[in-house]
């Protein structure tokens, strides 16, 4: 008799797995590279295409004040710009720039690297490291639905 999952004890379990994954994740010191909120807003921000701060704030939960301080380091850096809204140029829309997109690619970030070391030692198997891949995009569905 195959039971069903639980959707509680299966909330419990990818919360208390997610926060020691986030938790442990930024424990790592950033010497070069993306904050793990600007390369969250620039990553967004290339996938939505041009946008405002606004929405992108909306999109990623946080609230207008911090997304603009963050697209304010990335404008900074040179990996976002601003344009006229061409449908109301009173708005300003943000897109990302050559140079935020090289950004996005560079494997120098170091959490990523920590996260591929791990991923690619013997710790996990291939059919493993298929199943974390196969699950991502339904704990980013599950994020975006909260």
């Known amino acids: ?18 926060s020691v994954l986030v938790r442990r994740v930024r424990q790592v010191p950033v010497e070069s590279g ?12 290339e ?5 405002t701060s606004s929405a992108l704030a909306r999109e990623v939960q946080i609230t207008a004040q911090a997304m603009g301080a963050t697209l304010g380091v990335l ?18 829309v943000l897109s990302v720039t050559e140079a935020g997109r090289r950004a996005l690619r560079d494997k120098r970030n170091e959490r990523v690297e920590m996260l591929g070391r791990v991923l690619g030692s013997d710790a ?10 196969a699950v991502a995009p339904l704990v980013e569905r599950l ?3 909260l």
Do not use: W, Y
């Open 143 to 145: 994020a975006e639905r």
């Open 1 to 18: 008799m195959n039971q069903e999952p639980d959707p509680e004890a299966v909330a419990s379990a990818l919360l208390a797995s997610v």
């Open 75 to 92: 404008r900074e850096r040179g990996l976002v710009e601003r344009s006229q809204d061409p449908e109301d140029g009173r708005r300003m």
């Open 124 to 133: 996990f198997s291939p059919e493993e490291l298929a199943q974390l891949q």
């Open 34 to 45: 993306l904050t793990m909120p600007q390369r969250t807003a620039l990553s967004r921000l």
């Open 47 to 51: 996938r939505l295409g041009p946008t």
